[in-house]
């Protein structure tokens, strides 16, 4: 079992005498020379705002649940992560409040694009074919209802914005910003990616809906960074639940989304405190994914 010191909440983090990077609306960055220190904190964002409440366990799925793709996938991409257990040097005062929720990463140059992958059609995907008949300027089939399964999985691009949401753009927009040499890199492994990481899932009842994927470059080489097929960044469904033409339930924050929706917040700052039982459903989700996805419980 972990030991009570993994099990705190941790909503921000504070080591003196590292140099902190930046804080996320999840993650608070450190910089250790050529490499960074990547810790996720217990914060849910909703609506673009960091929530005063956290929620326990959560940073710690995010970073296990991520180690365990990145290792799994490792043959379609090289990862970032260089060490992500037994922090010793001038990370060993910080060992107990980084255990379970840390990777130490080599830094590259961020790739400005969202590589997302489609695979079912919903959200941001589901409103632009209402409107357009496309996703990404990508023609869809007549007549899809809401969570139907697309034909095939789907590249679908978003601009990084750092406050405010993600532009969903085309792929020759994409190549327009990038090249197409890197545009074509991009998608061919992001789908590579989705492919393998929806076989093994949905072998343990999960569907992956659709997620996101960010990389770095490293040189000329292709670098998968930040995090990996997490609750946070992809849709993740329970298979024997799943009932096309109308939204689904999920593993991921939706839970709170639903709440924050009931009692009529207006999604502006600053968010409102969520209750207990909000707060322990959440965290249920989370490790509920954790335990699916892996075969294993989080402790």
Same mark, same amino acid.
């Given at each position: 079992? !972990?030991?009570p010191q993994?099990?705190?909440?941790i909503?921000?983090t504070d ?10 609306k999840? %993650?608070?960055? *450190?910089?250790l020379g050529? %490499? ?11 609506f673009?705002v960091?929530?005063?409440t956290p929620?326990p ?5 995010l970073?296990?649940?991520?180690l ?5 996938l490792?043959?379609?991409v ?13 990370? #060993?005062p *910080? ?8 990777m ?7 790739v400005?694009i ?13 409103k632009d074919?209402?409107?357009?008949? #496309?996703i990404?300027?990508i023609?869809l089939?007549k007549?899809?209802?809401e969570?139907?399964r ?18 969903n753009?085309?792929f020759?927009e994409t190549v327009s ?5 890197l545009?074509?890199?991009?998608r ?12 093994? &899932?949905? !072998? ?15 040189g ?6 930040d ?8 849709r ?12 689904q ?17 207006d999604?502006?700052?600053?968010g409102? #405190? ?6 322990? &459903?959440?965290?249920d989700? *989370?490790?509920d994914s *954790?335990?699916r996805i892996?075969g294993?419980?989080?402790?």
């Amino acid at each position: 079992m !972990a030991s009570p010191q993994m099990n705190a909440v941790i909503s921000q983090t504070d080591f003196p005498g590292l140099k902190l990077r930046g804080r996320g609306k999840v %993650r608070d960055i *450190y910089e250790l020379g050529d %490499r960074l220190l990547v810790v996720a904190t217990d914060r849910l964002s909703a609506f673009d705002v960091v929530l005063p409440t956290p929620i326990p366990d959560k940073g710690r799925v995010l970073t296990q649940l991520s180690l365990f793709w990145f290792e799994k996938l490792a043959s379609v991409v090289p990862h970032h992560v260089i060490q992500a257990s037994n922090f010793g040097g001038q990370l #060993a005062p *910080y060992a107990s409040a980084l255990a379970g929720r840390a990777m130490l990463v080599r830094r590259t140059d961020p790739v400005p694009i969202e590589c997302v992958v489609r695979g079912y059609i919903s959200g941001s995907g589901w409103k632009d074919y209402q409107r357009t008949g #496309a996703i990404c300027g990508i023609p869809l089939p007549k007549g899809l209802r809401e969570s139907d399964r697309l034909p095939e999985p789907i590249f679908t691009p978003s601009t990084k914005a750092t406050t405010g949401h993600d532009e969903n753009i085309s792929f020759e927009e994409t190549v327009s910003r990038i090249g197409r040499p890197l545009a074509e890199r991009l998608r061919d492994t992001s789908l590579a990616l989705y492919r393998q990481a929806s076989e093994h &899932a949905a !072998a343990r009842g999960i569907i992956i809906a659709d997620t996101k994927f960010e990389f770095g470059l490293l040189g000329s080489d292709l670098i998968w960074i930040d995090e990996a097929l997490t609750p946070d960044s992809s849709r993740f469904w329970p298979a024997d639940l799943y009932s096309p033409g109308q939204a689904q339930p999920s593993f991921d924050k939706q839970y709170v989304r639903d709440y924050l929706e009931r009692i009529g917040w207006d999604k502006r700052p600053p968010g409102p #405190a969520l209750p207990a039982d909000v707060v322990a &459903a959440t965290r249920d989700k *989370y490790r509920d994914s *954790y335990q699916r996805i892996t075969g294993q419980a989080l402790d």
